[in-house]
């Protein structure tokens, strides 16, 4: 099965900041990389598919670059409503791996 | 809008089985996917298997031997069901839709179902 790893477990950050998610796929995975934003209450949402596609109704600072196996989720300008865990999910093989998670703070 | 409800029974006897529903609306079972997903307390998210719109389903081999998926498109309800429950199987689980045409990304989900393995 490919591994995906997300390194930070957690981050700590300013409300305006940039901040920078990384996951690292254990073999080349052609894009095929998804970011999902889980709040504090359980929800889940996604927010990037095929790397850097926004999904409807995701706000515009959040956005998602990478090739091969390394992949990052960017979010501008941190705010408020930005503090979450946030996973990677491989999506072109089975199992649909997800990595760790990311916690973000403030 | 698109939604989804689990419907679990909480509390499970170990070595028992457990069943949980997932109801959706806003989109019909026979041209999407759903999956299900657990997530143990503090933990990472498990992808546990998908039933597709056609009804070919694909299950996590680690978990294979203990889950059922199934749906019935004509009540917009997916099944899951695992056996042979253990204290380490506690977690929410989810339901979420598997899009089309956005490269098998699960694009809603609902708002999971707590089980809790414990005699």
């Known amino acids: 099965d490919i591994q995906m790893t997300q390194t930070t477990s957690s981050l700590s950050a300013s409300l305006g900041d940039r901040v920078t998610i990384s996951c690292r796929a254990s073999?080349?995975?052609?894009?095929?990389l998804n970011w999902y934003q889980q709040k504090p209450d359980g929800t889940v949402k996604l927010l990037i598919y095929?790397?850097?596609r926004l999904h409807s109704g995701v706000p515009s600072r959040f956005s998602g670059s990478g090739s091969g196996t390394d992949y990052s989720l960017t979010i501008s300008t941190l705010e408020q409503e930005d503090i979450a865990t946030y996973f990677c999910?491989?999506?072109?093989?089975?199992?649909?791996?997800f990595g760790g998670g990311t916690k973000l703070e403030i | 809008q698109v939604q989804l409800k689990e419907s679990g029974p909480g509390l499970v006897a170990p070595s028992q089985s457990l069943s949980i529903t997932c109801t959706v609306s806003?989109?019909?079972?026979?041209?999407?996917?759903v999956h299900w997903v657990r997530q143990p307390p503090g933990k990472g998210l498990e992808w546990l298997g998908v039933?597709?719109?056609?009804?070919?389903?694909h299950y996590n081999s680690a978990l294979m031997s203990r889950l059922t998926i199934s749906k019935d498109n004509s009540k917009s309800q997916v099944f899951l069901e695992m056996n042979s429950l253990q204290t380490d199987d506690t977690a929410m689980y989810y339901c979420?839709?598997?899009?089309?045409?956005?490269?098998?990304?699960?694009?809603?989900w609902g708002q999971g179902t707590s089980v809790t393995v414990s005699s």
């Open positions: 979420a839709r598997g899009g089309v045409g956005n490269y098998y990304a699960m694009d809603y």
């Open positions: 806003g989109f019909s079972l026979i041209s999407y996917g």
């Open positions: 039933i597709w719109a056609g009804g070919s389903i």
């Open positions: 073999q080349d995975i052609g894009n095929y």
């Open positions: 095929y790397t850097s």
């Open positions: 999910q491989l999506a072109n093989k089975l199992p649909y791996t």
